[in-house]
């Protein structure tokens, strides 16, 4: 069995098992483990909040190396021989790294061996006829070796660091989006998910409310029908009690759907593709219903940060496309040590003292000459000022949503209180004329249909309850946490 097929089973088997009973709590846990979704967002999550630190790495430093191997054939004419061939090698490593000022530097080491071939000795020609051949070459194999550091400072384009920086923000930015908005749909799916419990426990309860109006019509049908055997009402009265057992299936028959599409809900959110749920939820509570949302700041809603941060990555890349636009201006410097001897060692002692040095410092400059640059100046602000606009348009809106929300919840808690009210007035009512049916003053017609009035007030209560979970969902994806 695969590793999916043995998490449904032990879903199943964790609290789905008929006769028992699963929590609210249990639930969301299998939610999380089992909702492919909720994982997903998780992982990227996960993820994005790591490459946060991706942006190091444009500052940090790194070490290199690199080979070469080479053959030199070309004609030369040398004050001191004729060469044919020049055989070398090459060898270099060292450090280097950016800072966040614009400094550039990087220090290595550098070998180098030379192997000559074919050296022809200089033939002086003295007069008389007298030529002289010298041999000045006296080393055909040598090492040239080199310590040396290269510093520079951009000027212009990215200038003291700006283009870096930019880069390193756009990153940093662009991840931190990342991570709320996945952060955000996982919280999406959680309060679906709780949405989904409270559904579906009601909706059981819709059904067992809907079975009871069903059968007070049945036994009123039936009353009815023991009436017309006594010659006590006419035929055509039993249309009235026949037509209202039809409307109780109907409606008997619209809440077992209503209860398969939660449980559909309900399974799908947990990772399971069924429309059976066997084990027993339990109804929301009082403080279910009467639930604080902490005042926030609606612009902390995790979707809208994810926006603000998407904000700022493209300033910084309006920034940094800005950049390319600009002159280059640059101070370099570098200096190094040198040696060179037939023996490794030698040229590697000598290459670290100070009497054999290069040093030297100089500035660059380039300048873009065909470049549109208002133009395209003008296209990355607007790139970024028409998500800045959007983000206003945003912020409003949540706040407006927030409000709605606050104003709603308090309006439909209010109908609760009165429905309840309601619901216990219609009860007392059914109370009373039963009492009154025992003592021989009321009629069992007269009872049934003020239980069914009772019934009524049940399912307007539901209905009200379910409202306020909803809104009260919506209103915990505002929470920062």
């Known amino acids: 069995m695969n590793y999916y097929g043995l998490t449904l089973v032990l879903l199943l088997f964790s ?22 979704l909720v994982r997903s967002a998780l992982t990227g999550a996960d993820s994005a909040g790591k490459l946060i ?18 053959v030199d054939t070309s004609p030369t004419v040398d004050a001191i021989a004729q060469i044919d061939t020049r055989i070398f090698d090459e060898f270099t490593f060292g450090v280097e790294q950016k800072t966040d000022i614009g400094l550039s530097a990087r220090v290595y080491y550098d070998i180098q061996y030379y192997d000559l071939e074919g050296i022809h000795p200089l033939v002086i020609n003295l007069g008389f006829g007298l030529p002289v051949s010298l041999n000045l070459v006296t080393t055909p194999k040598y090492y040239s070796n080199k310590f040396a550091a290269e510093v520079k400072l951009d ?6 660091g700006s ?61 009815m029908q023991g009436r017309i055997d006594l010659n006590l009402q006419d035929q055509s009265d039993i249309n009235q009690s026949r037509s209202e057992v039809q409307f109780r299936k109907l409606e008997l028959r619209g ?44 612009e902390k809603r995790l979707d809208y940060r994810a926006l603000l941060r998407n904000l700022e990555a ?12 600009s002159p280059e201006l640059s101070l370099g410097a570098s200096a190094s040590l040198n040696a060179a001897d037939a023996v490794f060692s030698s040229a590697w002692n000598n290459s670290f003292k100070a009497d054999k040095y290069i040093y030297g410092a100089g ?8 470049f549109p640059s208002g133009v395209l100046e003008k296209a990355y602000e607007d790139e970024y000022r028409s998500l800045e606009l959007y983000c206003e348009a945003k912020r409003l809106e949540l706040r407006t949503e927030w409000a709605e929300l606050n104003r709603k919840l308090l309006d439909i808690r209010e109908r609760l209180v009165l429905a309840e009210e ?15 049916l025992s003592k021989g003053n009321s009629v069992t017609a007269q009872v049934l249909m003020f239980e069914q009035d009772w019934s009524k007030s049940q399912l307007g209560v539901l209905e009200i309850k379910k409202g306020i979970l909803g809104i009260i969902a919506k209103l915990k994806l505002f929470e920062e946490r």
């Open 422 to 436: 309601l619901e216990r007035l219609q009860k007392n009512k059914a109370d009373a004329e039963r009492d009154r």
């Open 15 to 36: 609290g789905t098992a008929s006769g028992l009973e699963l929590g609210r709590e249990n639930y969301l846990k299998q939610v999380r483990e089992g909702n492919l």
């Open 363 to 370: 500035l660059n400059f380039r300048v873009p000459l065909d």
């Open 163 to 223: 283009e870096v920086r930019s880069t390193k923000k756009a990153l940093a930015a662009k991840h931190e989006a990342a991570y709320f908005e996945k952060m955000y749909q996982a919280k999406q799916v959680l309060l679906q998910a709780e949405t989904a419990y409270w559904e579906l426990a009601l909706a059981r309860e819709a059904v067992k409310i809907h079975e009871q109006l069903l059968s007070r019509a049945e036994k009123l049908d039936k009353w």
């Open 155 to 160: 000027l212009l384009r990215n200038g003291f």
């Open 255 to 298: 809440a077992l759907d209503a209860e398969k599409s939660a449980a559909r809900a309900f399974n799908y959110l947990r990772g399971l593709d069924s429309e059976k749920v066997e084990a027993a939820l339990v109804l929301p509570g009082k403080n279910d219903f009467q639930q604080e949302i902490r005042p926030a700041d609606p």
């Open 53 to 70: 630190e991706e942006q190091k790495l444009l500052t940090s430093p790194w070490a290199y190396s690199g080979f070469q191997h080479g």
């Open 314 to 325: 493209a300033k910084a890349s309006a920034a940094l496309k800005k950049e390319v636009l």
